[in-house]
Every structure is written in C-alpha cells, then in structure tokens.
C-alpha cells in the first residue's frame, strides 16, 4: 500500500525551493539559508483522543495534525520551514484513509508555504494516529520563550477563547504571522500559544517566568462557542469558566512591557483583535479580578495530558 | 501522566552543546553551525509490525526507534543531531512503558551525541506506536543519495546479510561513523541502507539511478543467522535467499568507480568489513551470476509496505 500511496503522494506534493531532495531516498534534504538556528516541534493526533475517526472528516483530521504544529512554530515565533509526516493505518480502507488527511494537510502546507518533506506509513491492526514534526527556523527577531516575563509586564491575547470543540479545534488558523508580526516590532517577553487552556497556559508560562498573574475577568474575550456550550450543557460551567479551562484555542498569549503593550493594542495585527486580560505580577499563581473590583485565587483548570 | 513522564525525563535526557532550548517549552531550539543543509527522516515502528509488544523488550523497541533512524541518516551520510520522539501509549502501564522505551532509546542518543529534543505522549485505547524524526547535517564531504550510480561501478556493502529476525534487527549498530568515513575519504556515486532486503533495496536504488546490476552471487556475505533461520525453517529458503530478501540488516550497499572501490576494500572502516558483491550495468535490472558462471535474472524480493 506504501508504494501506491508514494506514487499518488508525489504527484501532489508541491516543490518547494528550500526542498533540495524530497521524499524517495532515505531522507530528505533542506536548504538551510543563512545562520539560522533550528526550531522543532513534534504532535501526536490519535484517535478518540484529538478526534474521532467514526465523526471527524479524515481531512480535518489531516489539517488539524499540520496545524497543531504550525501553531507551536508560532508560539516560538519561528518561521516554518518543513514537516514530515508518521501515519499509523488501520488497515480498512488504508490508502483512503492516508489520501483524504493528506487532502487535507496539503491545502494549509501550502498555504505557509511548508515543505512536505517526507514521512512513514504503517498499516497495523490498530486505530488511526497521525504524528507530524515541524523544523521552522528563528528570524532576525529572535525567538518568542516561555520563560521571560516579568512583575508588572502586561498579559495580552489574540482571538477569542473557550467552546473550540464545536468548530473552531478543526478549523483554527495557527497564529504564525501574527506571532513574527508581533516578534518584529514589538519587545516581547515571553509567549506561548494556548492548547490546554487559557489559565492553564498561562499559569505555565508565569512558572517557567517565576512570576504570577492577575486577570482582569471581564476583560477575557470570551468565544461565541463559548457561550453556547455553556447554554447546551445547562450552565454547568459558565462562558467564563469555558474560556478559561476548554482548550485547543491555538491563540497566542503573550507578556510584554506596558509600552509596548499601548503600542501593540494600537497597531495589532490586521487578521485578529489582541486584548489585554491582564498582568504579571510577583506573587507567583493566577488570581481573577471581577468587575466589582473583587479579587481571588484561580485555580489553573485545562486539559492535562 | 505526561506530566510525571516529563518530570522523570528532564532529569534523564543529557544537556547537549546543541540543544540552546529543550523539552518543557513549545518546541526546541537547536543552534545550527555553519551553512550546512539539514537533512531530516522519520521512522514510525507499531506492536505486531516491527516488535511485538509481548515478547520484544521494551527497551530493545525503544533503542531499534532511534536506531533505524541513525541508520537512515548514515545512508545519507549526515551527520545526527537531534531527535524527537512520539510515543501513543496502551493505557495499561503506560508511565512505565514510556520510561523502559526510554531507557532503550537514550544510552544510543548518548552514544552518537544526539539531542533528545522534545516529543509528545499520548495515553489512548490502541497498540504502542513510537515515531522518531531524526535531523542531521550534511558535512563539507557532502551527501548520500541513492541516484548516482552509473554502468562500471563496483557495488560493496558493509557487514552481513539475512536472519536479523533472529536478533539483529534489535540490536544493530547503525553504519553511522562508517558512512561519514566512506563519504568524507572515498568518491562514492551512490548509496542507501539495507531495510527491507538486499535485492530489493538495491534494485530500489539502481531504478533510482537509471541503470541496473549483476551480482557475484557467491560474494554475498551471508550472516550466521541467515544459516541458522534456513535450517530452523527446513530450508524453505536456502541462506542466499534469505541473505538477499530478509532485510533489517541496516548495512550500507555503496555503488563507487572501480579505482576507488579497491581503495576502499584496501582500507575499510575499522569496526565492519566491506565486501565487493557486485557491479552496475547499462541494462536495468538485477542479474546474478553464481559460481559456475550461469547468468539468470533476480526477482528484487524483500519487504514491501
């Protein structure tokens, strides 16, 4: 089935100028222009656990596996440069399967520009999972860390938060040129993109910072989504509580100075609104205030692996 | 429980000179020196195709998950710098079956100084799957590719063919440092690794470059075990045959010009004979001729995807 699937695969996989050698020997080759260092960044989709094979449209699928990894590019503010793919097939229907979430990946690798630069297939007895490694390399700018913030930096997002199991985890559009937007122009401390979510996320990124937070709730945007899963679910959670905790938002959020936060609330990025939702503090944990001006503990709620 | 895996990680994955940011961020930092290009391979080995989960040891898959890697970038002749590592986990003991995959898989990265850049763990309802993307860096001696042997040059391969099943697709030493020695000291037109069998592989790599070969069948050096599986199995097939089609030997066949083929047999690496078994022709194909001088045509066999 391999055989087959390489031919149907060549066809279609655009050349690339970075691509010195594609797939077909036993490895791929990259031109690797200047002296820039190299970012990696590995995810693994598997079935019932990122997706559902019986539910979830194979080329969703295939997308979603390309942008998890576009999306930790991103949060590194790395340019990227080219994936290779591991396909773990069940053997029903295995080179369908591997044509549909290949139909679906090539679009958005296209899209950023992202050589195809190899991969392995593995017909099996088991269910479907899909591993994706992404190489980006740093720009001039330098990367975007975890582990830079500081008391005092304000906490900026892009996008809208909570309720993505509806849609938006399938659909969402990794953050890359906001990300090198934002690396450019402005001085950011620290960044990451949100995929277990938003206070758990950042929860980790003032960690790593050896700082806390202070959330301005009402300020969190809050997803469409959001709101109607609460409402679908009978408001065992609230809209807030979604946004915070839900996840596989694939926002950015970020720490950066107060001036440059003005600045960057001034001249965001065409494609997505940025909001402040808060600021580091030294107290190290997350605390919420509430519109009435009451302050208190947040627990850390997400997706943990 | 990737959290607790992650933890237990840290402590074990060795700083590396190359690793400027590792695992615990959203992906790695790897410093690349010099304008040298970047080659990149993945390999996804799954239960019941490439081990089988209740007999092989886990540490024995997690050490063959790198090795068959090394041994694809050594097919290129590129020098290993990092890896990453996706690992879907049985729910049942699943901390424990990461860590023993592990310790398998980290004394070999030690061995070659690669970097165990980061990856990512999934707990899930299926069978053990494990993919490893290797990234390399071509040297100044230049790369391996499998589409530049022409008609009159001399076919060597390192080590010795068939029977890995018994052991040996487990334990092999990738031909790491042996391939940058062959590149970097001899004019080599062509080469790859054996991974799905000796006749299939170089018939591979003869299509690849446009001309065929006649193998001196009596020269094949054919493993202990090549012996040993024909008489287990009541010569189904005699130890040639297996010699030719078993695969996982993860040896190196070179196609190099004549003059510098004797020098090499003059001076081969240290740690593994190479041995002449054969040359190109201008007819495609593979042809062998035995030690009577009869000439028949070779049916390229080995393992298919």
């Known amino acids: 089935m391999e055989t087959e699937f390489v031919r149907w695969l060549r066809d279609r996989v655009p050349t690339h100028s ?23 960044t590995t995810d693994l989709l598997t079935d019932q656990v990122d997706f559902d094979v019986q539910v979830t449209p194979l080329e969703k699928v295939g997308r979603k596996a390309l942008a998890v990894n576009l999306s930790d590019l991103a949060a590194m503010a790395a340019k990227p440069v080219a994936i290779v793919i591991s396909l773990a097939l069940p053997r029903h229907q295995a080179l369908k399967t591997a044509q549909q979430i290949y139909e679906g990946l090539l679009p958005l690798a296209s899209e950023w520009a992202v050589a195809v630069a190899g991969g392995d297939t593995n017909c099996w007895n088991g269910p479907l999972a899909i591993s994706v490694t992404a190489i980006g390399q740093v720009t001039a700018a330098g990367v975007l860390r975890r582990d830079g913030a500081v008391a005092g930096d304000q906490i900026l997002v892009t996008g809208e938060f909570g309720g993505s199991i509806l849609g938006k985890h399938l659909d969402f559009n990794p953050r890359v040129s906001e990300a090198l937007y934002i690396r450019k122009q402005f001085e950011v401390h620290a960044g990451m993109d949100v995929s277990d979510g938003l206070s758990l996320d950042l929860f980790r990124m003032m960690t790593e910072s050896g700082c806390g937070a202070e959330l301005d709730l009402a300020a969190i945007p809050i997803a469409d989504a959001a709101h109607e899963l609460a409402k679908s679910t009978d408001f065992v959670k609230t809209p807030l509580q979604h946004a915070l905790a839900d996840g596989e938002d694939f926002e950015l959020v970020i720490a950066l100075p107060p001036a440059e936060a003005e600045r960057l609330l001034a001249q965001p990025p065409d494609s997505v609104p940025v909001t402040r939702i808060g600021h580091c503090t030294e107290q190290p944990g997350l605390y919420g205030v509430d519109d009435s001006g009451q302050r208190a503990k947040l ?6 692996h």
Chains 1, 2 share one sequence.
């Not at 050698?21 to 990696?40: E, R, Y």
């Not at 627990?299 to 943990?304: D, K, L, M, N, R």
């Open 18 to 40: 970075s691509l010195l050698l594609g797939p077909g020997d036993d490895a791929a080759i990259l031109q690797w222009q200047h002296d820039a260092n190299c970012v990696v």
């Open 299 to 304: 627990s850390p709620a997400g997706y943990t």
